[in-house]
């Protein structure tokens, strides 16, 4: 992707990775970001080359959230009265919730540093979440007298349980290191300085797999969550049927007679 100023697009094979690229601010987000992001998403959705997604952060911080400044001076995304407000964050901030919702790729979150308020919000939208010692994840709303705005009150939940969700977000209080591995914020811990190859290492593992499943098991999961047991299996009736005759399932079990490993094309 071309002329993006507030994010960084770098594809590689199977792999993309998107890097929040407003470093000054702790990568906070404004509309342009909102826009490059969601643009973003659609066409790597598009791209049946790409497999997996890595989204991180420029500089010190995974992303710090809404920005504090034009909260202040009620500008950009915080202008207007009640009503112009509700309707800026439908039409704004809730698109990213939106488009990471529908988006059918495995997204891997680096949080390298804080992912304070919405920034929170973005990890826990992401499929699974690799960080360091210096990451952490701070539902920070409450501190500033503020609600999850871009649907904070659904992920955090999903991601660490109603009870823990609602503890991070009634007392803002932060979550690192091995407290947030322990709760599921994280699903790996590593040092600092080996926080990139662990996230590619995770990326690559997924990225071998069969494309056509992988997205189905994503899809299915998020289903399962959302509704009930006879919901799932007649969507899992449906996928295995559709699974069971792609030239990756019998690649697969070619390649396990032959004991060699298998070449997925995603067909």
């Not at 399962?224 to 049927?241: C, E, I, K």
Request: glycine share 8%; charged share 25%.
């Amino acid at each position: 992707m071309k002329n993006l100023t507030s994010l960084k697009y770098e594809k590689n094979k199977a792999i993309v990775n998107i890097i929040l690229n407003r470093p000054d601010s702790s990568n906070s987000i404004n509309y342009e970001m909102i826009d490059e992001l969601v643009t973003s998403l659609d066409q790597t959705q598009k791209d049946s080359d790409v497999r997996v997604v890595v989204l991180t952060g420029e500089g010190k911080n995974f992303c710090s959230g809404g920005d504090i400044k034009n909260m202040l001076s009620q500008s950009e995304m915080f202008q207007g009265e009640s009503n112009e407000l509700r309707e800026r964050y439908e039409q704004g901030i809730q698109r990213i919730s939106k488009a990471m919702e529908a988006f059918s790729k495995p997204v891997i979150a680096m949080v390298n540093g804080a992912a304070a308020g919405a920034g929170c919000d973005l990890a826990c939208m992401c499929d699974l979440r690799i960080g360091s010692e210096e990451s952490l994840f701070l539902e920070s709303f409450a501190k500033i007298g503020l609600v999850p705005g871009d649907g904070g009150t659904f992920f955090l939940q999903r991601v660490v349980g109603y009870a823990k969700a609602l503890e991070m977000s009634l007392t803002a209080r932060g979550v690192k290191g091995e407290e947030a591995l322990r709760i599921g914020l994280l699903n790996s811990l590593v040092k600092r300085e080996e926080l990139e190859a662990e996230t590619m290492r995770w990326a690559v593992q997924i990225s071998l797999l069969p494309p056509v499943a992988v997205q189905m098991i994503k899809k299915s999961m998020k289903v399962a969550y959302l509704h009930d047991l006879n919901t799932s299996l007649d969507l899992l009736a449906a996928y295995q049927g559709i699974a069971q005759r792609t030239a990756d399932h019998f690649e697969a079990l070619q390649a396990s007679v032959e004991k060699r490993a298998p070449q997925f094309t995603g067909r």
